[in-house]
């Protein structure tokens, strides 16, 4: 009885642990949203050898990448690539810089990758309570860099 009872102890303190891998906090899913979204158009402007969009409305904050390439699988729990987004309503974008030109206020704005390997430059700010995350592009490789800033 007391095995079952100490058995039952350690299963309860394991579930929430369990069910915050499940379910992933909104930072945390934008994010790799983001970046998810930003490798699979830079791997389809490779193997398609045409240049692709990401499309960001940052007003009701969404994000469109298109389509993934074939074979294309996500690290994430869902195992189907993540080719779209909406952020969470707790999410605020408070930067959004491509080419250096400021696009938070624009009803859409698109960030380019090249078949060559390269994209348009872009930093990207996320506000949430007190997480601030800062995704940029580096231009020559099209690689996603993600930082904790402080406010």
């Known amino acids: 009885m007391m095995v079952v009872a100490i058995l039952g102890l350690v299963m309860a303190m394991g579930v929430p642990s369990i069910l915050q891998e499940l379910h992933e906090e909104p930072m945390r899913k934008a994010v790799n949203d983001v970046t998810e979204i930003c490798g699979h158009a830079r791997a389809m402007a490779i193997l398609s050898g045409k240049p692709t969009t990401v499309v960001f409305h940052p007003h009701d904050g969404t994000i469109d990448g298109g389509s993934a390439p074939a074979g294309a699988v996500s690290t ?9 987004s909406q952020l969470d309503g707790s999410i605020t974008i408070e930067m959004l810089d491509i080419n250096l030109i400021e696009d938070k206020d624009a009803d859409e704005a698109g960030v380019r ?10 930093t990207l700010i996320l506000h949430s309570g007190d ?21």
């Open 131 to 151: 997480q601030w995350r800062k995704i940029t592009l580096e231009v020559t490789t099209a690689l996603t860099t993600v930082t904790s800033t402080v406010q």
């Open 76 to 84: 994430r729990n869902s195992g189907k690539p993540t080719t779209s």
């Open 113 to 122: 990758f090249f078949p060559n390997g390269t994209s348009d430059e872009m």
